[in-house]
């Protein structure tokens, strides 16, 4: 079974301009979650998607925005970049989402999309 | 809010030795679930074992271990017989059964190193 896919792995942007990565999740899993890895701020929950709908939210700005479709693919959006947006940005799924602990809720990461904004 | 706190930035171990890596965590719930994460150089983050606050026996998996001090709010990785394979970034993670879905609450990360 195919791993978290994340596309694209590197992008470079300037400031003002706009993005959107992609994640695939593991085929059956419904849930995805969004996070972003900087040096200075380390990993941050950005936000979660399961079956469609937006479950959970971090602090980020408006700027930042996702959505998720169908197939269970989720996209991430940030408009107007600002040098601080630079970072790896994960996602992970899971079969499900919450409750107790199980392989049905079980994280797996997929390989970062790394974000350059100059 | 939670929060988790990884207060070694680097460590190193020879290979063949032991290592334990320390996680404190903050919270007000009775229920939540507690990870260890491996991130390589690859940047692909690993599950490498969990631990369910419930449960007073502490999670094994081969060569990892965990000690979880519940009214202590601790939660360390003993890496026996360590391999070169393990150096990497180890992340301590929460995640609250009650309110917060499959969101994860990172630690600041523990630089492993392993010498020949």
């Known amino acids: 079974k195919a791993g978290v896919t994340q596309t694209p792995r590197y992008l470079i942007k300037t400031r003002g301009q706009q993005v959107t990565l992609s994640c695939s999740p593991i085929s059956g899993h419904r849930s995805v979650s969004w996070y972003q890895q900087t040096p200075g701020q380390g990993l941050q929950f950005l936000f979660e998607y399961f079956s469609e709908t937006q479950r959970n939210k971090g602090n980020f700005p408006g700027r930042f925005s996702g959505r998720q479709f169908s197939n269970s693919r989720s996209e991430m959006n940030v408009s107007t970049l600002e040098l601080g947006d630079s970072a790896l940005y994960l996602c992970a799924s899971s079969l499900g989402t919450g409750g107790s602990l199980s392989s049905y809720n079980e994280q797996f990461f997929g390989p970062g999309t790394r974000l350059t904004v100059l | 809010a939670q929060t988790v706190t990884q207060s070694q930035p680097e460590m190193s171990v020879q290979e063949a030795e032991t290592v334990t890596l320390s996680c404190t965590y903050d919270t007000s719930e009775s229920d939540y679930y507690l990870f260890w994460y491996k991130q390589p150089p690859s940047r692909q983050m690993i599950l490498v074992i969990r631990?369910?606050?419930?449960?007073?026996q502490n999670a094994t998996e081969n060569r990892f271990s965990v000690n979880f001090q519940k009214a202590a709010k601790s939660f360390s990785l003993k890496i026996s017989d360590s391999q070169l394979g393990d150096a990497a970034m180890y992340f301590c993670a929460y995640r609250s059964e009650e309110t917060s879905g499959s969101r994860l609450t990172f630690g600041e990360g523990t630089q492993l190193t392993v010498n020949p």
């Open positions: 631990q369910e606050a419930y449960k007073q």
